[in-house]
């Protein structure tokens, strides 16, 4: 196999350094200028170099933004490369235009390590949806708001202090939005459930609220009601519904997510057959998402990865059934919360069952009133 590489920063690098000279993979070129590239391939700033080299069967795209890496990954596919990606948005929001091309072009587009860093979990899906039908998808998929989580259950940290040590070791980017605002658990709960569901999930449709609001005061209400605060992305398929959510979750201290401390994840799905399976281990991190990037290079090479199926249509989400009970703490006292409230915690009250739906939609409603205001799903 010989391979040309956009973007390479940390995971191209440590992709082609895990490659090295034993995998029968070579990388013959580098699309990026701005990097001094430490082994032998020609560095170039044109594309066509790559697409218009029959030596060059696989294009590994491992930029950060979706533009121009679509068009690029557009032009390679439509040149019949092979296309290994990490880049999230670029898929969670052009799902269905690249894999009916590439599906068209009868050619591979594997994304492994862009949704699970070093955890076999893709792979898995996909074995798993061969033999039997997947109907829900969660789990902690960021490693970030789960080293903040952690850090401020069992060490008292503020959520700030949490969020600097996490950049001190380098899981939060500097701008902490798409981590702590939940865009990231968004992005791989997509790739996960529409490889696991057959669909494809419009991104807008999904309903996201990420950990920015949490104070130390509500984790320590969780702490003395049994429960922990962990950011939880859900997806479930029954039928033709399909709801997909990502939010702040409380669970109880003997659950299995409860354990997950510091950036790790664990990643489970519930399968009619087989039931449930869980993954643990690092979602993100330099090596463990390029261990995923070579584990789809070895299967293109090997011909064990076969081009996408046929377009899927678009689903649409409906979340109105995906129903639990809320946390909600607030400075604004009005109806709607009143009517709602089945028991008074120190820092908040806990709703009646209600729909992800309303509270969401609620929640966006009333924080113009209370830009503090933070809340939970009680699983
Ligand atoms: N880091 C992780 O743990 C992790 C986990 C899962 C997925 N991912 C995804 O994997 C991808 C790579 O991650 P990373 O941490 O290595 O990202 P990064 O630090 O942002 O590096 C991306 C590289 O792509 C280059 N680049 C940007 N636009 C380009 C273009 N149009 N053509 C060619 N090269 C271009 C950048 O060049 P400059 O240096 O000039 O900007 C940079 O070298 C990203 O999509 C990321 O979201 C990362």
């Known amino acids: 196999m010989v391979i040309g590489v ?13 490659l090295g000279s034993k995998s029968g993979i070579r ?5 990026c200028p701005e990097r001094p590239v430490r082994f032998p391939a020609t560095v170039t700033r044109e594309l066509r170099d790559l697409t218009e080299d029959p030596e060059v069967d696989t294009v590994l795209e491992l930029s950060a933004e979706i533009h121009p890496a679509l068009e690029q990954v557009q032009q390679c596919l439509l040149a019949g490369k092979h296309v290994v990606t990490c880049n999230k948005p670029l898929l969670a929001f052009h799902w269905n235009e690249l894999m009916a091309l590439a599906a068209r072009q009868g050619v591979c587009l594997r994304y492994g390590g862009a949704a699970a860093g070093g955890l076999a979990w893709i792979p898995a899906i996909e074995r798993c949806k061969r033999a039997d039908t997947i109907h829900e998808i969660s ?4 490693g970030t708001t789960n080293y903040i989580l952690d850090a401020m259950h069992l060490a008292h940290a503020s959520f700030q202090t949490a ?12 701008d902490t939005a798409s981590d702590v605002d939940g865009l990231d658990s968004l992005h791989r709960l997509i790739l996960s459930a529409n490889t696991a569901f057959d669909v494809s999930i419009p991104p807008e449709e999904v309903l996201v609220r990420g950990i920015r609001c949490i104070q130390r005061r509500d984790v320590e209400t969780f702490l003395a009601h049994g429960f922990c605060c962990r950011l939880i992305a859900s997806a479930e398929h029954y039928a033709e519904r399909l709801a997909a959510v990502v939010e702040p979750t409380l669970v109880e201290l003997k659950d299995h997510e409860a354990a997950v401390h510091s950036n790790f994840n664990l990643l489970t799905m519930v399968s009619r057959q087989a039931g449930k399976q869980s993954f643990f281990g690092q979602g993100a991190g330099r090596y463990p998402t390029a261990y995923n990037v070579v584990q789809d290079l070895l299967d293109v090479a090997a011909g064990r990865a076969e ?3 046929p377009p899927r249509i678009e689903t649409h989400v409906d979340n109105r059934t995906f129903v639990r009970k809320y946390y909600i703490r607030t400075a604004v006292s009005e109806p709607w919360l009143w009517s709602r409230t089945e028991e008074r915690w120190e820092t908040g009250v806990i709703t009646c069952r209600l729909s992800a739906q309303e509270v969401h939609a609620w929640a966006a409603e009333a924080r113009g009133r209370d830009p503090e205001l933070f809340f939970a799903a009680l699983r």
């Not at 990388?27 to 699309?31: A, D, G, N, T």
């Not at 789990?139 to 960021?142: A, D, F, S, V, Y």
């Not at 969020?163 to 500097?174: K, T």
Request: proline residues 8%; aromatic residues 8%.
């Open 163 to 174: 969020l600097n040590r996490s950049q001190d070791f380098g899981y939060a980017e500097i």
């Open 6 to 18: 956009l973007g390479l920063g940390p995971i191209g690098e440590s992709v082609c350094e895990m």
């Open 307 to 309: 081009p996408p199926g």
């Open 27 to 31: 990388v013959k070129y580098v699309c």
């Open 139 to 142: 789990g902690i998929m960021n």
